[in-house]
Structure formats: structure tokens, C-alpha cells
């Protein structure tokens, strides 16, 4: 049928070629990249046999670095020198004054944008630049090792992350160039590790304290599926707030005053240093020496333990509620897995068994395990394991809800929700020959909208004129398998579907996204179009990659031949035109072809539905 | 999107008799079987209108899992398909001896708050009510076999007071084992 297909690198279009992917953890303190290879997945090291990249990124005057390099240069030039980035991921500049003394930079002050920015030598920043630098040398240590470019990246977020967080996290990918498959939960992806590689089964609780974030999530493991039963947490709480702590009784027992930005962060150093210590020794050292600022003394770990207790008690809080939300006993679970740096602390082990009334596990490394079980789960998304029956079945973190009169939050989405979930609500517009109307979507728990997290307010237009009440608009609510929420709407008496402009809260609009892409590839000197360009390119091979084996698998049962001819002849165009054809004659091309199969596709889905019941009639099946 | 086939209702979809009593984890074993031929992950490498296809179906899936596995929603909804809406949250009952009932349990739950040994005390309020839950189920089951919708129906309203009252006495014991 078609001719010898010559493919570039990393967009191969036979399918029994391995396709290289990697599983990202990005975290607050350090970030990991894994992957799979010869069936085995482990982290990739860098040169010198480093795992953990630390998330820090320093930017000097002619370039950027990041990781261990860039953290030598954070007591000397702070302000310059960006670490625990992902505690402002969809943050409001609001946020910045409580998060201020762990986060001590120059915030630039503009009212213009509701996402923080931060002044460095090189011009403003936001969180979700910084995060992309990270990913991109994350990416490109992965495609170093495994000598490809990669397919695509699974990366993990906090389960607790909201939508404003999951939407920022995959910004910074955008803006690094990568192609996400999935974004998944860490604690998700650790049980996704220990059942592939320890075969466990059974009810899982996975503990996962990390830098910056706290996660609680009860999984049943049942034959390669992963069903996350009630997840929760806290997603401004971890190592940092330890660090920040003894950094405090620091600053108390030197009798510090004038703190500057580097004394600060100096302080916060050895604040971490100190609480590592304590995990394998009693007492330590700590020695702060900033000029007139000179202090030597020694901590307790019992000391240090009772600053530290409030934090381990609220984590433990989230454990009591999340066993209530998955209607589980303590007695029901089957292990209790430990994930991130800071259960490496021994007063989190003991309390935590204390809690569970028995021994946590942590058999697999707890920094690398998340990185391991999204490595995993990307490895089965590129293809590569086509017989794989892993299906990761994960729940909304947070409730949603719209703000209804007197600012109370109405809930639309209860937390917990298997996702994807959709939810479609009515309303009706309360002027006469109103054609617009906003909505307004908060996520979190509490009745009033002022305590719970605006993600973004969506503008409905376009409606066509009626009198008050008589319309019925029909808002859908709609999150996806990331946990991310789109909005649609549609005024169902006329059938005419909205306009919807999104003014998130506290993310980037498009249009910010798309500028800040054409600033970095500006640095690059690559164009703009010449990558659009090969991006359509590569949606066309994929959108030609499903039909043939759609066509291959079913095509002569559920087509006629007209039907495939008709299919076929607007494939074989969009074939021989990809090299040469526009980026805009590619889309419109691909378009027509997704139009013209588009039944075949919804037939094709109807029928996997039934042949997952197939053979089994009602009357087999009921009890 | 015209073309899915949606036109099923969700005992059929998950090829179970709409009736009220069904097997869990039949329920459960069924919808990781669909999902596990329509979820997302299934489409990760086609094109966008297939994985907004499957993000659709998945969550209609999800949905009607959601619903059938819940008594409340289940009890709703096989009124529903045979074309009774439940009622708006909004309509009290007019049972007055029912009404009675729910407010001696509220206080019963009150009592429990103030009293001495308050989780103890919570756990038999909790028995009560999954008594009473369990009650009010079997009630609907019968006059739904007889189809007295009507009768099904105001069966169906008290288990959802029911039910809303073993959320609140379900905060009740999350606070107090919270303190």
C-alpha cells in the first residue's frame, strides 16, 4: 500500500520498534528521570554517577545552570539561585508572603499578572520557566543515555496538586519541548513500582513525605490495576517546613537580628544538614558564619524532634481522614510504603507505625521509587509492552465547585471521584437578552469561596438572545485522566455551544505560554514555525499510525469498502503530502481525515466496549 | 460528539438487571473490564479526537459506576429509567412520624457530642442507622417489585435522609477522634 517509509528519529511509525520513554519526578528538593531498557527500569545517573538532580537552578549572566552546580552557588549569590521552585506551581502572588521566609527572593510587584515572578540578573522568571529548565536537563541527560530522542515523558505530581499545580507542571513541559503522556500521582506511580517489581497485591496505604509536599493515598492493587481508593495530603508541607523550623530555633538561639538573604539561606543549609544528621546520629553540630552573624552550637535530636512534631501530627490527621474517605479499616491494609526524603526521618518511621500499628515498608529506595513507577507506566504508554493489562485507575484530590450567590462554593465534583469524571449542570441567564454569563470554579472542601483555591473564571458568550429564565445553558464540567479540568457549554433549547474564554487564577494564559515559547526558542535559533511545522509532521504519522491499524485490526469488519476507500484515499493524501506540505495545509488535511474516519473511530470505541462484555449476556451475569 | 452509543442506561451497560440488589463486586469487576478497554491510557498514541472519545467514555463509565454502586443513587435511579424523577433536595418529607424520627436521631448524635463516652456512643448510633438504612432498602426493594413507584419513591427520599445523617454523625466521629 504505501511506499518504503524512511522515519526521522523518535517518531518511527512501525509500531514493533522500541520507542524510548521516560518517567520524571519532579520534585521540590531534588528531581529524577528513569527509564526502561531491556526490560529492567532504573534512574539514570549523570556523570558522576548522580541520580538526584537537585531542583535548583541558578542563572548567571551568560547561562543557566542547574542542579549540583547551581546549588554550590546558592550562599553566594541567592537571589540569583532558584530552589524548591515547585512550592509556587500554580501559586498566586498572594501565597508568596506565607511561603516568603522559605522562599527568600525579590518578587517583582506587578499587579498585571496574577502569577508571581521573580527578579533574577537575566530578567523576570516564573515558576513555570524554572521548572522547565529543570525538565529540560532531565530530558536531555534520559535521551544522552539512551542514545534517541524520547517518545514521551511521564511526570508525577503531588496528588494533592490542584488543578492550577497540575496545569502549571505541564506548562513547563510544554515550554521545554516535551511531549507528555500522562501526568500521574506519586504515590500512585511508587505502588505502581512496588507492584510491578515486588508483585505486591492487595490494599496499599503510600505514605509519600517529600520536600515540599505531603501525600496520603490508599490503593487496591488487583492484578496489574491500580485503583486509588481516596487520596489526600497536603500540598505545602514537607522537608522544607523541617528545615525551616530548626532554621527558626536557629535564628532564636543565636539571637540573630538583620537577617539578610544570604545569612538566610545559609542558616536554611545548615538547617538540612543538621536534620540528616539526626537521622543517624543523636546530636549534632551547627556552625553559622556570616559576617558579624557568628553562632556554634549543638541540637538534640529530641529537640529536634519536638519542632519538628506538629508537622508529623498533621500529616497524620490526613491519614486518619483519607482511611475515613476510602472506608477503610487500619486493619484491611496489607503494607504501608514509605516514599521520599523526609521519611527518612526517624521520628515520621515511628509515628507513622505508631499510626498503622505496624511497620512501614521501604524496601525500594524512597526518592527513586516514584521516578521508577512513572518510568514503568511511560514504558506502557509508548507501546512498548502491547500485552501490558496495567491500567492506573486514579481519583480528584479536591472537590470542585462554583461559586453561587452570597461567595458559598457549590460543589459539583466531590473529591475522590474516580476520574475522568464529567459533570454537566444547568442554569439560565437571569436578564433579558443576556448573551454572556460567567462561572466561576473553586477546588477545595470549605463552604465559603474565600477559603477554598479559584482556579479560574470562565466566560460563557455568545448565547443567543432570550428572555430571563428562558435559556438553558448546560455548563459540562469535564476532568481528564491528569486530573485537569476543561469547561464547555452549550445553550441546549438552540443548540449553540458557547465561546469560552478562561481567565485562570493563578496559571498562564495560552498566550503567555506561546510567548515564552517563542523567547526560548528565540535563544535557541531554531524558528518558530519550523517547529510547529515539525510537530504537525509528527501529528500527521500518528494520526496515519491509528487508522492503519485500526484499519488492520477491524477495518473489513465494521467498514464497508466504499467506506475504507473513502478513509484511504484521504490517508494516502496526507501521506505523500507531509514532507512537503504547510503547516496549515497539514492541519486542515489531518482535520478532513480525522472528519472523515471520525464515525469509524466512535464505532470502533462502541465496539471495544462490548467486546469487554462480550460473551456475557444479562442473564449469565446477574445474580 | 453524535456517535457513541450512550443510548444504553447503566445497568445494561454493565449487563445487570435493573433491579436494586446487585452483586458489588460484580458491579466493580465490570467496570474495571470497560475501562480497561476505554480509558485514556488505552489512546495515549491517537489521534485527539479517539482520546477525547475515550476520556468521554470513560467518564460516562465512571459516572454510571458511581451511580449504581451508591444505594441512594441506585434507588434513584431505577426510578428514574422507568420515568420517576426522585424529587429536588430541596422537598421535606410530609411523613410526620419519619420527621420525628430524624429529628430524635440528630439529637441522639447531639447527646453523643456532649456525653462522656462520645465514640462509644457514636458507634451505636451508627448500628442504628445502618439498621434503619437497611430497612428503608428493603421497604423500597418490595414496593419497587410491586411497582408502587410512588411508594418506591418516598422510600427512597428517607434513605437519603438517612444517609445524610450517617455523614454527619461519620464528621461527628472524625472530630472527636481528631481532638
Given at each position: 500500500m504505501a511506499l518504503l517509509q524512511i522515519s526521522e528519529p523518535g517518531q518511527s511509525n512501525a509500531p514493533h520498534q522500541h520507542r524510548y520513554a521516560a518517567g520524571i519526578d519532579?520534585?521540590?528538593t531534588n528531581s529524577l528521570v528513569a527509564t526502561v531498557r531491556s526490560g529492567e527500569a532504573g534512574c539514570l545517573p549523570d556523570?558522576?554517577?548522580?541520580?538526584?538532580?537537585?531542583s535548583v537552578v541558578h542563572f548567571a549572566a551568560d547561562k543557566c545552570l542547574v542542579g549540583s552546580s547551581a546549588q554550590a552557588m546558592q550562599a553566594l549569590d541567592p537571589l540569583n539561585t532558584i530552589s524548591s521552585i515547585k512550592r509556587l506551581m500554580g501559586r498566586g502572588i498572594d501565597d508568596v508572603d506565607r511561603l516568603g521566609q522559605v522562599l527568600p527572593y525579590e518578587f517583582v510587584n506587578d499587579s498585571q499578572s496574577p502569577v508571581p515572578r521573580i527578579r533574577t540578573r537575566t530578567g523576570e522568571v516564573s515558576a513555570v520557566e524554572v521548572s522547565s529548565e529543570i525538565l529540560k536537563q532531565l530530558a536531555t541527560r534520559a535521551s544522552q543515555s539512551v542514545g534517541d530522542e524520547l517518545a514521551g515523558v511521564v511526570i508525577t505530581v503531588p496528588a494533592y496538586f490542584d488543578d492550577a499545580q497540575r496545569q502549571a507542571t505541564r506548562d513547563a513541559a510544554t515550554l521545554a519541548g516535551l511531549n507528555v503522556f500522562r501526568l500521574i500521582n506519586e504515590p500512585t506511580a511508587a505502588a505502581v513500582a512496588y507492584g510491578l517489581e515486588k508483585n505486591a497485591q492487595g490494599v496499599y496505604a503510600i505514605y509519600d513525605l517529600g520536600g515540599g509536599t505531603f501525600d496520603i493515598s490508599i490503593l487496591r492493587l488487583n492484578q496489574g490495576v491500580f485503583e486509588v481508593l481516596a487520596s489526600g495530603g497536603d500540598s505545602a508541607l514537607g522537608g522544607d517546613d523541617m528545615d525551616h523550623a530548626l532554621g527558626e530555633w536557629i535564628i532564636d538561639q543565636a539571637g540573630f537580628t538583620d537577617l539578610d538573604s544570604i545569612l538566610l539561606r545559609q542558616i536554611l543549609i545548615a538547617a538540612r544538614k543538621a536534620k540528616q544528621a539526626l537521622s543517624d546520629t543523636d546530636s549534632t553540630e551547627i556552625s553559622i558564619q556570616h559576617g558579624r552573624h557568628q553562632w556554634r552550637g549543638r541540637i538534640e535530636r529530641a529537640q529536634f524532634e519536638a519542632l519538628i512534631l506538629p508537622l508529623v501530627k498533621t500529616t497524620l490527621k490526613a491519614c486518619r481522614r483519607v482511611l475515613r474517605d476510602a472506608n477503610i479499616s487500619k486493619s484491611d491494609i496489607a503494607e504501608i510504603v514509605m516514599v521520599g526524603g523526609s521519611t527518612r526521618v526517624p521520628l515520621v518511621q515511628s509515628m507513622v507505625e505508631a499510626f498503622f500499628e505496624r511497620q512501614p515498608m521501604c524496601d525500594m529506595d524512597p526518592e527513586q521509587v516514584v521516578a521508577i513507577g512513572a518510568a514503568l507506566q511511560a514504558d506502557v504508554l509508548a507501546g512498548n509492552k502491547p500485552d501490558s493489562d496495567m491500567l492506573l485507575l486514579d481519583v480528584l484530590p479536591l472537590s470542585l465547585g462554583i461559586e453561587t450567590m452570597g461567595g458559598l462554593s457549590e460543589k459539583i465534583i466531590d473529591r475522590n471521584t474516580a476520574i475522568p469524571v464529567a459533570r454537566a449542570q444547568q442554569f439560565t441567564t437571569f436578564k433579558d437578552g443576556q448573551t454572556a454569563m460567567s462561572v466561576h470554579v473553586v477546588q477545595g472542601e470549605r463552604e465559603l469561596i474565600s477559603d477554598c483555591r479559584s482556579l479560574a473564571r470562565f466566560e460563557l458568550r455568545g448565547f443567543p438572545p432570550m428572555v430571563a429564565g428562558a435559556a438553558r445553558i448546560r455548563v459540562t464540567f469535564q476532568v481528564d485522566a491528569d486530573g485537569l479540568l476543561s469547561v464547555t457549554a452549550e445553550e441546549t433549547t438552540s443548540g449553540v455551544v458557547a465561546d469560552i474564554v478562561v481567565k485562570p487564577s493563578y496559571g498562564l494564559t495560552d498566550k503567555e505560554i506561546e510567548t515564552m515559547l517563542r523567547a526560548s526558542m528565540d535563544n535557541a535559533r531554531e524558528d518558530m514555525e519550523q517547529r510547529m511545522l515539525k510537530e504537525q509532521q509528527v501529528e500527521a504519522w500518528r494520526v496515519i499510525e491509528a487508522i492503519d491499524s485500526a484499519l488492520l485490526a477491524d477495518g473489513e469488519d465494521l467498514l464497508s469498502q466504499t467506506e475504507i476507500e473513502r478513509i484511504m484515499q484521504y490517508r494516502n493524501k496526507l501521506e505523500t503530502s507531509i514532507e512537503t506540505a504547510s503547516n496549515e495545509a497539514l492541519k486542515q488535511m489531518i482535520k478532513a481525515l480525522e472528519d472523515v474516519s471520525e464515525f469509524y473511530v466512535a464505532k470502533r470505541m462502541n465496539n471495544s466496549i462490548k467486546q469487554a462484555l462480550a460473551g456475557k449476556q444479562i442473564d449469565e451475569v446477574s445474580i | 460528539m453524535k456517535s457513541l452509543d450512550f443510548s444504553q442506561n447503566y445497568f445494561e451497560l454493565f449487563g445487570l438487571r435493573p433491579e436494586f440488589n446487585l452483586d458489588a463486586e460484580h458491579l466493580h469487576a465490570q467496570q474495571q473490564q470497560l475501562l480497561a478497554s476505554c480509558h485514556p491510557d488505552r489512546f495515549v498514541n491517537a489521534s485527539d479526537r479517539e482520546k477525547r472519545l475515550s476520556v468521554q467514555m470513560a467518564s460516562w463509565v465512571n459516572q454510571a459506576n458511581a451511580t449504581l454502586r451508591d444505594p441512594v443513587k441506585r434507588a434513584a435511579y431505577l426510578l428514574q429509567i422507568n420515568g420517576v424523577e426522585a424529587g429536588d433536595e430541596s422537598e421535606t418529607t410530609s411523613d410526620t412520624d419519619f420527621l420525628m424520627e430524624q429529628i430524635e436521631l440528630r439529637e441522639e448524635i447531639e447527646a453523643c457530642r456532649s456525653g462522656d463516652d462520645a465514640l462509644p456512643c457514636c458507634d451505636q448510633v451508627s448500628l442504628k442507622l445502618e439498621h434503619r438504612a437497611s430497612q428503608l432498602a428493603q421497604e423500597f426493594v418490595s414496593h419497587f417489585a410491586a411497582m408502587d413507584l410512588e411508594a418506591a419513591r418516598i422510600s427512597g427520599r428517607k434513605m437519603q435522609f438517612i444517609q445524610r445523617i450517617q455523614q454527619q454523625l461519620s464528621d461527628l466521629q472524625f472530630e472527636l477522634e481528631d481532638s
Amino acid at each position: 500500500m504505501a511506499l518504503l517509509q524512511i522515519s526521522e528519529p523518535g517518531q518511527s511509525n512501525a509500531p514493533h520498534q522500541h520507542r524510548y520513554a521516560a518517567g520524571i519526578d519532579l520534585g521540590t528538593t531534588n528531581s529524577l528521570v528513569a527509564t526502561v531498557r531491556s526490560g529492567e527500569a532504573g534512574c539514570l545517573p549523570d556523570q558522576e554517577g548522580n541520580c538526584l538532580l537537585p531542583s535548583v537552578v541558578h542563572f548567571a549572566a551568560d547561562k543557566c545552570l542547574v542542579g549540583s552546580s547551581a546549588q554550590a552557588m546558592q550562599a553566594l549569590d541567592p537571589l540569583n539561585t532558584i530552589s524548591s521552585i515547585k512550592r509556587l506551581m500554580g501559586r498566586g502572588i498572594d501565597d508568596v508572603d506565607r511561603l516568603g521566609q522559605v522562599l527568600p527572593y525579590e518578587f517583582v510587584n506587578d499587579s498585571q499578572s496574577p502569577v508571581p515572578r521573580i527578579r533574577t540578573r537575566t530578567g523576570e522568571v516564573s515558576a513555570v520557566e524554572v521548572s522547565s529548565e529543570i525538565l529540560k536537563q532531565l530530558a536531555t541527560r534520559a535521551s544522552q543515555s539512551v542514545g534517541d530522542e524520547l517518545a514521551g515523558v511521564v511526570i508525577t505530581v503531588p496528588a494533592y496538586f490542584d488543578d492550577a499545580q497540575r496545569q502549571a507542571t505541564r506548562d513547563a513541559a510544554t515550554l521545554a519541548g516535551l511531549n507528555v503522556f500522562r501526568l500521574i500521582n506519586e504515590p500512585t506511580a511508587a505502588a505502581v513500582a512496588y507492584g510491578l517489581e515486588k508483585n505486591a497485591q492487595g490494599v496499599y496505604a503510600i505514605y509519600d513525605l517529600g520536600g515540599g509536599t505531603f501525600d496520603i493515598s490508599i490503593l487496591r492493587l488487583n492484578q496489574g490495576v491500580f485503583e486509588v481508593l481516596a487520596s489526600g495530603g497536603d500540598s505545602a508541607l514537607g522537608g522544607d517546613d523541617m528545615d525551616h523550623a530548626l532554621g527558626e530555633w536557629i535564628i532564636d538561639q543565636a539571637g540573630f537580628t538583620d537577617l539578610d538573604s544570604i545569612l538566610l539561606r545559609q542558616i536554611l543549609i545548615a538547617a538540612r544538614k543538621a536534620k540528616q544528621a539526626l537521622s543517624d546520629t543523636d546530636s549534632t553540630e551547627i556552625s553559622i558564619q556570616h559576617g558579624r552573624h557568628q553562632w556554634r552550637g549543638r541540637i538534640e535530636r529530641a529537640q529536634f524532634e519536638a519542632l519538628i512534631l506538629p508537622l508529623v501530627k498533621t500529616t497524620l490527621k490526613a491519614c486518619r481522614r483519607v482511611l475515613r474517605d476510602a472506608n477503610i479499616s487500619k486493619s484491611d491494609i496489607a503494607e504501608i510504603v514509605m516514599v521520599g526524603g523526609s521519611t527518612r526521618v526517624p521520628l515520621v518511621q515511628s509515628m507513622v507505625e505508631a499510626f498503622f500499628e505496624r511497620q512501614p515498608m521501604c524496601d525500594m529506595d524512597p526518592e527513586q521509587v516514584v521516578a521508577i513507577g512513572a518510568a514503568l507506566q511511560a514504558d506502557v504508554l509508548a507501546g512498548n509492552k502491547p500485552d501490558s493489562d496495567m491500567l492506573l485507575l486514579d481519583v480528584l484530590p479536591l472537590s470542585l465547585g462554583i461559586e453561587t450567590m452570597g461567595g458559598l462554593s457549590e460543589k459539583i465534583i466531590d473529591r475522590n471521584t474516580a476520574i475522568p469524571v464529567a459533570r454537566a449542570q444547568q442554569f439560565t441567564t437571569f436578564k433579558d437578552g443576556q448573551t454572556a454569563m460567567s462561572v466561576h470554579v473553586v477546588q477545595g472542601e470549605r463552604e465559603l469561596i474565600s477559603d477554598c483555591r479559584s482556579l479560574a473564571r470562565f466566560e460563557l458568550r455568545g448565547f443567543p438572545p432570550m428572555v430571563a429564565g428562558a435559556a438553558r445553558i448546560r455548563v459540562t464540567f469535564q476532568v481528564d485522566a491528569d486530573g485537569l479540568l476543561s469547561v464547555t457549554a452549550e445553550e441546549t433549547t438552540s443548540g449553540v455551544v458557547a465561546d469560552i474564554v478562561v481567565k485562570p487564577s493563578y496559571g498562564l494564559t495560552d498566550k503567555e505560554i506561546e510567548t515564552m515559547l517563542r523567547a526560548s526558542m528565540d535563544n535557541a535559533r531554531e524558528d518558530m514555525e519550523q517547529r510547529m511545522l515539525k510537530e504537525q509532521q509528527v501529528e500527521a504519522w500518528r494520526v496515519i499510525e491509528a487508522i492503519d491499524s485500526a484499519l488492520l485490526a477491524d477495518g473489513e469488519d465494521l467498514l464497508s469498502q466504499t467506506e475504507i476507500e473513502r478513509i484511504m484515499q484521504y490517508r494516502n493524501k496526507l501521506e505523500t503530502s507531509i514532507e512537503t506540505a504547510s503547516n496549515e495545509a497539514l492541519k486542515q488535511m489531518i482535520k478532513a481525515l480525522e472528519d472523515v474516519s471520525e464515525f469509524y473511530v466512535a464505532k470502533r470505541m462502541n465496539n471495544s466496549i462490548k467486546q469487554a462484555l462480550a460473551g456475557k449476556q444479562i442473564d449469565e451475569v446477574s445474580i | 460528539m453524535k456517535s457513541l452509543d450512550f443510548s444504553q442506561n447503566y445497568f445494561e451497560l454493565f449487563g445487570l438487571r435493573p433491579e436494586f440488589n446487585l452483586d458489588a463486586e460484580h458491579l466493580h469487576a465490570q467496570q474495571q473490564q470497560l475501562l480497561a478497554s476505554c480509558h485514556p491510557d488505552r489512546f495515549v498514541n491517537a489521534s485527539d479526537r479517539e482520546k477525547r472519545l475515550s476520556v468521554q467514555m470513560a467518564s460516562w463509565v465512571n459516572q454510571a459506576n458511581a451511580t449504581l454502586r451508591d444505594p441512594v443513587k441506585r434507588a434513584a435511579y431505577l426510578l428514574q429509567i422507568n420515568g420517576v424523577e426522585a424529587g429536588d433536595e430541596s422537598e421535606t418529607t410530609s411523613d410526620t412520624d419519619f420527621l420525628m424520627e430524624q429529628i430524635e436521631l440528630r439529637e441522639e448524635i447531639e447527646a453523643c457530642r456532649s456525653g462522656d463516652d462520645a465514640l462509644p456512643c457514636c458507634d451505636q448510633v451508627s448500628l442504628k442507622l445502618e439498621h434503619r438504612a437497611s430497612q428503608l432498602a428493603q421497604e423500597f426493594v418490595s414496593h419497587f417489585a410491586a411497582m408502587d413507584l410512588e411508594a418506591a419513591r418516598i422510600s427512597g427520599r428517607k434513605m437519603q435522609f438517612i444517609q445524610r445523617i450517617q455523614q454527619q454523625l461519620s464528621d461527628l466521629q472524625f472530630e472527636l477522634e481528631d481532638s
